[in-house]
């Protein structure tokens, strides 16, 4: 069993920035690779960015990228995501996420989910 735990959501203006972060625990939390997905209200879940434990691999939406960077901490079990230039069509609730493997990441195969933290940019 793995636990998820976000923070740092908020309310900011358009061009603005926030960190995530998602704190990971459990015994075999070792095994399983973190990464970040969103969803805005009556749309569906989308895939925002992943990375390897040892940070040599890291993927990103097309949306997203240049402007979010995706990082991680392999002593506290930790990973963040920096929000720079914010947009509008970036409101979504966050959700940290946990897969066996990159490539299962990236095909959606989500083994655990964090509750999630909102981020509501306006204009």
């Known amino acids: 069993q793995v636990q998820l735990l976000e923070s740092g959501g908020g309310l900011v203006q358009a061009g603005g920035s926030l960190r995530l972060s998602c704190a990971a625990s459990g015994r075999t939390v070792g095994r399983y690779r973190l990464g970040w997905f969103r969803q805005a209200p009556e749309k569906e879940r989308e895939f925002v960015a992943t990375?390897?434990?040892?940070?040599?691999?890291?993927y990103y939406a097309d949306s997203v990228k240049g402007r979010f960077t995706i990082s991680g901490d392999n002593a506290k079990n930790t990973v963040y995501l920096q929000m720079n230039s914010l947009k509008p069509e970036d409101t979504a609730v966050y959700y940290c996420a946990a897969a066996t493997t990159i490539p299962t990441m990236l095909n959606r195969g989500v083994d655990y989910w964090g509750k999630g933290t909102l981020v509501t940019v306006s204009s």
């Open positions: 990375i390897s434990w040892s940070g040599d691999t890291a």
